[in-house]
């Protein structure tokens, strides 16, 4: 489909329009054709079939119903037509058109019939009439519209001359329909004029409209792209914000809570080498003993160290499976007893054989080790620890209590956060590295459970995670 001009037209005078689509107007033209057609079929057929009842029994002139019967058959047409198909409106244009030509020749053939009618006036009275009527809505170009206001009455003018020898006041009566017909022309034109001004803007405002909206839609996906650049760059600017926490965590743990075992474990190392095992035999036994609980401690801070690093950097893969707390508790335990056994502190269990959870084993065992040596850590000497395991409402929940020192409330709401980089003191003055607990917290999240604490100063704190059940 190509753009061309339109052309309106003022009596034959054009004016060329802005390209639009010549096949849009003559659709619009269509539209407007099809709008009411059966109305207005059906009232011309019931104004026709009363013209054909008049002329039979009310004026007594049977011979003009000749002259219905061309137009009857037209409608009839249209209308059979138009109820069979909602389509190719081209042709029901071209019919109704047709439809009104038709009508216009019969009142030109009535005004043959009758033209010794007393009455004639009133015959040329109904053409003008219908020629008003046919302006209002035949919807042709200059050049038909030219055929069907002068054609008619031409070939009137000569039949009625050439056979009809009109009298004076037939004639003055029949030239008297010229300015009529002037005039209905310059009706029809200044109304086709009317309605394609209305089309133009009707056409130019859509075309406006489907700009706007065009334009709101690349608006709209150009703030989602940038909305979605935003969300990117927030995520990044928090990535980056936690890679420097890592960073500044670790050079924190390096610095200070690694120094320390270290320095322990080189100045034991020292005293150790320089003593003799046969004249000291108890000091060296004794130097060898700190070592271990050093290098005990130096392992225990350097492996929460790295995991913790390995979860920030998302380095650990799960490997879910199921697994049995009661068997898993009773290994964790043993890595830990030697430290509850040099403070005298008893490590009780109480957990059915049976209770089976899906996880994994390696982070869930972190969890438990890290749970169990804080316990011992801040756990006076000779005070005990307790495990528990139920299995409620398709979520298992493992507890471990203390008789320690307990917990503030103010430091309870930071124990999980490594930007407080809490690290109190056990109470035999144990060090950590402050990451023990963000590290639970971390490795039960990442198993789809929870970490809580209980706690009151000076009572004891209990720990609880629950995970889904197998």
């Known amino acids: 489909m190509t753009d061309i001009p339109i052309m309106k037209t003022y009596f034959g005078a054009k004016k060329t329009e802005p390209h639009i ?4 107007y003559h659709k619009y033209l269509h539209d407007v054709t099809a709008s009411y057609l059966i109305v207005k079929i059906l009232l011309a057929l019931v104004i026709l079939g009363y013209f054909v009842i008049s002329d039979l029994y009310i004026t007594g002139y049977p011979h003009s119903v000749f ?3 061309l137009p009857i058959g037209i409608a009839v047409s249209l209308l059979l037509y138009h109820l069979q198909t909602r ?9 109704y058109n047709l439809f009104l030509l038709s009508v216009t020749l019969m009142m030109y053939a ?14 040329i009275t109904g053409l003008v009439v219908v020629i008003f009527l046919a302006s209002l809505d035949l919807r042709v170009g200059l050049r038909n519209a030219i055929l069907f206001y002068f054609i008619p009455p031409l070939l009137t003018a000569v039949l009625l001359w050439f056979f009809f020898n009109p009298g004076h006041h037939q004639t003055t009566t029949l030239v008297n329909v010229l300015p009529m017909l002037i005039i209905g022309f310059a009706a029809n034109r200044i109304q086709n004029n009317f309605r394609y001004k209305i089309f133009r803007s009707n056409y130019l405002l859509n075309q406006e409209k489907r700009r706007t ?6 608006t709209r996906n150009t703030n989602q792209q940038l909305n979605q650049k935003n969300r990117e760059l927030s995520e990044s600017e928090t990535a980056l914000k936690n890679a420097l926490q890592v960073k500044d965590k670790l050079f924190s743990v390096i610095a200070h809570d690694l120094h320390g075992p270290f320095n322990s474990l080189l100045g034991f190392t020292d005293l150790l080498a320089n003593i003799n095992p046969e004249e000291e035999p108890g000091e060296a036994k004794n130097y060898a003993k700190l070592i271990l609980d050093s290098s005990k401690s130096l392992y225990n801070l350097t492996d929460n160290l790295l995991n913790w690093a390995r979860s920030q950097i998302d380095d650990i893969q799960l490997k879910p499976e199921p697994i049995n707390i009661c068997e898993l508790v009773n290994e964790t335990t043993e890595v830990v007893r030697m430290q509850a056994l040099s403070k005298e502190i008893k490590i009780q269990a109480a957990i059915d054989s049976s209770l089976v959870v899906e996880a994994d ?4 065992a972190v969890i438990v080790r890290n749970l169990l040596s804080n316990a011992v850590k801040y756990t006076n000497r000779g005070g005990s620890i307790f495990i528990s395991a139920v299995n409620e409402y398709d979520q298992l929940t493992i507890k471990v209590s203390d008789t320690g020192v307990g917990i503030t409330p103010e430091v309870q709401d930071k124990l999980f956060s490594v930007n407080t980089n809490l690290s109190l003191p056990g109470t035999e003055r144990e060090k950590g590295t402050g990451l023990g607990l963000v590290l639970c917290r971390n490795f039960a999240e990442m198993n789809n459970g929870t970490i809580s604490v209980s706690s009151r100063e000076g009572k004891g704190s209990t720990f609880t995670i629950t995970l889904p059940a197998a």
């Open 21 to 24: 689509q010549a096949d849009t």
């Open 361 to 364: 084993r390696d982070t869930l």
């Open 87 to 95: 389509e190719n409106r081209p042709v029901k244009t071209k019919l």
């Open 213 to 218: 909206e065009h334009l709101l839609n690349q």
């Open 110 to 123: 009535k005004s043959l019939l009758h033209i010794e009618d007393p009455d004639y006036a009133g015959h």
């Open 67 to 69: 002259t219905r019967l």
